[in-house]
T-cell receptor, first 112, second 113 residues
Framework: EAQVTQNPRYLITVTGKKLTVTCSQN?????MSWYRQDPGLGLRQIYY???????DKGDVPEGYKVSRKEKRNFPLILESPSPNQTSLYFC???????????FGPGTRLTVL | AQSVAQPEDQVNVAEGNPLTVKCTYS??????LFWYVQYPNRGLQFLLK??????LVKGSYGFEAEFNKSQTSFHLKKPSALVSDSALYFC???????????FGSGTRLSIRP
């Protein structure tokens, strides 16, 4: 089954404790992206990747890192999480930049 | 700079009536336009897209959208609403020359029986 998977689905952590949210797709898609969803703000793009080893900042990259060492994986790293990073995070992939995006199920992160 | 606006936070429609969810955009150059739907506790699902060609685009679940270049709009429509259409709808835009994708703030569609 074609899908985008994210782990963990739920995470409660404390300020400053490094964490990684994994994202994997099995569709051989080139374009991958991370978004955060906050009430009233819609989805805001954090980082995106056009292909392996090619990543770029979205609209809200501060406090986040990403890497794309393999085509299928695009982890999101929070080196020192803060409470304002409490949000619902989505990973997405598409065959190309103009294609429809397939979204993962989301990761709800709470930073205390 | 790219931007997209969904002017209505909520749209309420009676079942069987036509529905419209509004979206306007601003990009430099030609736009790529998308609609996505989010059901409770789920990720987003693709509904339809406009890249080029016919201004009326048909998508999943009986939805369609009309691209209007002069009004820079891409409104989502359905002739007859179903209760199961109740969800959160997002419009998204990307300029053909850009790599970033911008989403609107979302419109909650509520269909009453």
């Amino acid at each position: 089954e074609a899908q985008v998977t994210q782990n963990p689905r739920y995470l409660i952590t404390v300020t400053g404790k490094k964490l990684t949210v994994t994202c994997s797709q099995n569709m051989n898609h080139e374009y991958m992206s991370w978004y955060r969803q906050d009430p009233g703000l819609g989805l805001r793009q954090i980082y995106y990747s056009m292909n392996v080893e090619v990543t770029d900042k979205g609209d809200v990259p501060e406090g986040y890192k990403v890497s794309r060492k393999e085509k299928r994986n695009f982890p999101l790293i929070l080196e020192s999480p803060s409470p304002n990073q409490t949000s619902l995070y989505f990973c997405a992939s598409s065959v190309s930049l103009g294609g429809e995006q397939f979204f993962g199920p989301g990761t709800r992160l709470t930073v205390l | 700079a790219q931007s997209v606006a969904q002017p209505e936070d909520q749209v309420n429609v009676a079942e069987g009536n036509p529905l419209t969810v509004k979206c306007t955009y601003s990009v430099s150059g030609n736009p790529y336009l998308f609609w996505y739907v989010q059901y409770p506790n789920r990720g987003l699902q693709f509904l339809l897209k406009y890249i080029t060609g016919d201004n009326l685009v048909k998508g999943s679940y009986g939805f369609e959208a009309e691209f209007n270049k002069s009004q820079t709009s891409f409104h989502l429509k359905k002739p007859s609403a179903l209760v199961s259409d109740s969800a959160l709808y997002f419009c998204a835009v990307r300029a053909s020359s850009a790599s970033k994708i911008i989403f609107g703030s979302g419109t909650r569609l509520s269909i009453r029986p």
